[in-house]
Nanobody, 114 residues
Framework: QVQLVESGGGLVQPGGSLRLSCAAS????????MGWYRQAPGARDLVARI??????NCADSAKGRFTISRDNANNAVYLHMVGLKSEDTSVYYC?????????WGQGAQVTVST
């Protein structure tokens, strides 16, 4: 059973930065892609994805502020967020995809507030 464990969430002031980490229980080379989503009313919205070749895809809201990266040696994926806004407040989920099957982490709360 694949396990994904997020860490690094918390409370930050507007304009601040955070780095989320996702540790996978197996080699991330086993997955077609990994990514970060955040909870929206009724759905989880894509924030950023990175495939096995390192190609990234980012939501418009993330472009210019968020960076996704992967550490193959440590089976980890990161989301570095700068210039955080109140509207970035959400639960952020790590996702792994392989052959049209998805695995999810438990979620990390990010709160942007004064």
């Amino acid at each position: 059973q694949v396990q994904l464990v997020e860490s690094g969430g918390g409370l930050v002031q507007p304009g601040g930065s955070l780095r989320l980490s996702c540790a996978a229980s197996e080699s991330i080379f086993d997955f077609n892609s990994m990514g970060w989503y955040r909870q929206a009313p009724g759905a989880r919205d894509l924030v950023a994805r990175i495939n096995v070749g390192g190609v990234t895809n980012c939501a418009d809201s993330a472009k210019g502020r968020f960076t996704i990266s992967r550490d193959n040696a440590n089976n980890a994926v990161y989301l570095h967020m700068v210039g955080l806004k109140s509207e970035d407040t959400s639960v952020y989920y790590c996702n792994a995809n392989r052959l049209c099957r998805d695995w999810w982490g438990q979620g990390a709360q990010v709160t942007v507030s004064t």
